[in-house]
């Protein structure tokens, strides 16, 4: 058995790697352009800023580990320049020796990743106009960011936007960003990731959202980035990091199947159209978990296990890729934003019907010092709870609940389940009722209809002469400030003050996090009222309606 | 409806205040003993320690909110000291005016709790002899631990004896703790709450394990503690916590069924053998979620849902409780330690078939900063990979492990869907290959036959005359110590000298954590060697023949 496989990191590395453990005769080359076959990405951003400090940390599977170890036959500086299906040989021509060769395979796994996508926008080809997507990429950031540079202006503020902008700061240097959305990291829903932005700005990042680059220029010093908005920005160097694009031309060229998105795809073994030909990690068209629909989601951990999978099947074991969730997570300036499954946004546009429910817990119980406060926002089937995503933004525990969702979507499990999921607890770690079990008690009382909720869209479109906007908070939480034209009945008093409780109008209820309004919803429902709770009460409306926007510009 | 609850942390006022939200109109009376019908018991500790310093950061729901926010007849000092069934009424005493008086109900909640069980030792009734289960038995222990008190024995090494003893070193006081068994924690597995014996020593703690306390004895200025081996260790006072025990004894005289272990028996719905009376909490046996046999574990969490199953099914909503998992923590000194589903020791007890597995993975990627090691080890059935249990010990990052387990133990999971989990990754939270996603694969390919293991108990029995212990790792991690009689050959220069392995005998290969001997172990079998890996290599084998000693006493 001949393997030959394209691309490294990290897809391909673990392929090859699996390959060997389930054959020590198999002849197993890998064929990486560059000069690493196995290095972290997920690290770059981190290198740039130092808190990597060395760069050898990022060679996670050096060349000699990967040949010596796993007995890989490991051509680096080789590019696979052609597929000769028919003849079953890839064209290869080897940089180094500038010479091309030909390599026969009996199985071929591509593990040629994505690429940075770069606009048509005018001077973008500048030397001062980074990316970063491998080592020698992040060399240049590297050496960009410790030249003295004093201003940066990054382009996209997906996941490696927001990375490389926390990293640029940790050096000193003042960060523009540029985001065509109106929020960063657009796939989010964006009332999930204003504490995000907030942070950004209060870190002195600036942020131009609904906004994006026309032209670069370089100038004797630096560059200058205009806006469509007609502001210049003056930067000595810019990051363009606006998302990737599977790099498929060698399977197109080769004649398998690609889809709309330009990846390649595969089945559930991880092969492509060609039975002898696999391909896995970012290059690949896959299924999503919840929706059941062809995407292209670039993550670690996928590529990671279909790489496991492609070579598992080469050798007639069982293995099937289940599709991929969209796990992920993005720390900034100590705040972490994770999410998982389906955001509301994606639902929308595939026309799914769901329910939402928004918390505002802290990560630990509050009467143990340090707690911190989180937001996570809870969505599932109304009909039978089934959970289709969550979001969760905070300090502390965001990874840990994330995780804990990810996996009960993958097993199925409804928000009545949640209820009942029982989780590590004592007081520096969690809740006796944690998050979770909150998320789930809510999330069942709305499905079960002993919790009618509103969100705080609905609110606006609300007609006033219908509706009585009810604050059950104490006197000096309203007075701190409320929803206006609300009136103030705080929930110790309401029972005996519902006389003041319109009984023709559609009642709101809503306090600081929704757990007042809560029980008002049920002693009103109980006393013949028409009441909804608003979801996430007065912190869930702040998002919306008075964003942070103090600090920064 | 009337309702009456018997006491009310946790399950109690769990179960007053769900009560409030399916009725407006049920007159609902909770008797509390005490003063303080809630607060965080789990805080008790901390509190005890400093790092929890104000006391009133305790009361987690003070008795003016449940009356006020919840409309609960919140009745203090009142002792409910005998239940008529045939009249439906409660016997109370209320101890501030000195009084008795019966009270109706329609339906009852036993929230009784556990007490501490203090055997019948000479002179453990001594003032200076303390246990921690509620307000003023931490205050007690806060006076001791603040009023120059420089030594303090702990008779138990379960989890409030490790709390306490952190707590107390945390106020300088030279700390011993006594304890039964031959392990701290003792219903977990022994090498896995080892670390966390070697850092109690590092912390000062002096463990007298396989020890008991025969006798107290009051001086002058404290307390002479005499152990069975004779030793008696002085100190300023004792804390005794060797466990609790269900108060059922209200029960018991009432009729109500209850079982072997003393706990009040119930249904799903928390009936107790009498319709009208419910029980919540630590007052009744409960079934094992795994095992699916009646067991008595006192958790908070369990607590508060029993407390809102036992309301809802009053109000005729469907609700049932589907046992407990044992999912609990312990942190001490920074180290954690975490366990969900059953223990190894267990499943031996119950004669239940398992394998297991150990990894010794970091928390985060080791390319980034502050990664720290934990050791996890996961327990499933051999013939289809249920998963069992898991217990993790480490720094970070445990806790959101063992939830994960938590949640695949509830949703009914394999190993195999461990290797299929997508969580968070970012190198600052986790790895592209989680541990989690770790330990699905490993266990998977041992159930598949790919990965053939043993455990290091049985390489103490192996013939050596039978056996080849093969050290894959390198010559430098060999020479700083190695398993007596096991032979180096680095896997990365093993299928160079396949000659030096023997044919004739079974091959026990290791290395540092399990990886390269699972590498040695797949290139061995494929050459037609009898070989296995010591699942969890070096490291475990160290857990179990060189506990760290070096410090403490």
Chains 1, 2 share one sequence.
């Not at 993958?410 to 209820?419: C, K, R």
Request: hydrophobic letters at 40%; a negative charge.
């Amino acid at each position: 058995m001949k393997i030959i496989v394209i691309g490294g990191v990290a897809g391909g590395a673990s392929a090859a790697a699996r390959a060997r453990r389930m054959s020590e005769d198999a002849e197993i080359v890998v064929f990486e352009r560059g000069l690493y076959p196995s290095f972290a990405n997920c690290g770059l951003p981190y290198y740039v800023g130092g808190e990597i400090a060395s760069r050898d940390k990022l060679l996670v599977a050096p060349i000699e580990m990967l040949r010596q170890r796993h007995r890989l036959d490991v051509r680096v500086q080789s590019e696979v320049t052609r597929i000769d299906r028919d003849k079953a040989v890839v064209h290869v021509h080897d940089a180094a020796q500038n010479r091309d060769y030909t390599e026969t395979y009996d199985k071929l796994i591509i593990a040629t990743g994505a690429s940075p996508f770069r606009p048509p926008i005018p001077g973008i080809d500048s030397d001062r106009v980074l990316e970063l997507r491998d080592l020698p990429d992040a060399d240049r950031m590297h050496t960009a960011a410790t030249s003295g540079a004093k201003h940066a202006v990054i382009v996209g503020a997906g996941f490696i936007g927001i990375e490389v902008a926390e990293n640029l700061v940790r050096r000193d240097i003042e960060v523009t960003i540029v985001e065509l959305a109106e929020q960063v990291l657009p796939p989010w829903d964006a009332e999930m990731v204003q504490p995000i932005e907030d942070h950004l700005r209060q870190q002195g990042v600036r942020l131009r959202l609904s906004e994006s680059a026309t032209a670069f220029a370089e100038t004797p010093s630096g560059i200058d980035v205009t806006l469509k908005s007609g502001e210049t920005v003056q930067a000595d160097f810019a990051v363009v990091c606006i998302g990737v694009r599977p790099e498929s031309r060698l399977s197109l060229e080769a004649g398998l199947e690609i889809g709309p998105r330009g990846g390649v795809i595969v089945n559930d073994s991880m092969q492509t159209s060609d039975p002898n030909i696999y391909a896995v990690g970012d290059v690949v068209e896959v299924q999503d978990f919840v929706a059941k629909q062809p995407t292209q989601i670039p993550l670690a951990g996928p590529a990671n296990r279909q790489g496991r999978i492609a070579a598992d099947h080469i050798f007639g074991k069982p293995a099937t890729y289940r599709g991929t969730q969209g796990t992920a997570i993005v720390g900034v300036f100590g705040k972490t934003a994770a999410m998982t499954g389906q955001s509301e946004k994606q639902l929308i546009r595939n026309q799914v019907p769901y329910e939402k429910i928004y918390i505002h817990p802290s990560d630990h119980a509050g009467y143990y010092p340090g707690a911190t406060a989180m937001t996570l926002k809870l969505i599932f089937a109304p009909h039978d709870g089934a959970i289709l995503g969550a979001q969760c933004v905070g300090t502390n525990g965001v990874d840990k609940r994330i995780d804990v969702l990810a996996i009960a979507i993958q097993a199925g499990l409804t928000v009545f389940d949640l209820e009942e999921t029982e989780l590590c607890y004592a007081p520096q770690y969690g809740h006796a009722k944690d998050p979770i079990n909150m998320a789930g008690f809510v999330a069942s009382n709305v499905i079960r209809k002993d919790h009618p909720i509103v969100h705080v869209d609905a609110i606006e479109q609300a007609d006033d002469s219908e509706t009585f906007v009810l604050d059950v908070r104490t006197t000096a939480e309203f007075a701190g400030g409320h929803i206006q034209g609300a009136t103030n009945i705080p929930i110790e008093e309401l029972r005996d003050r519902l006389d003041e409780v319109p009984t023709d109008k559609q009642i709101v209820a809503y306090c600081k996090v929704g757990q007042r309004g809560y029980l008002a919803t049920r002693a009103l429902l109980q006393n013949g009222y028409r009441v909804v709770n608003l979801s996430g009460g007065y912190t869930t409306w702040q998002r919306r309606h008075q964003p942070d926007t103090s600090a920064g510009s």
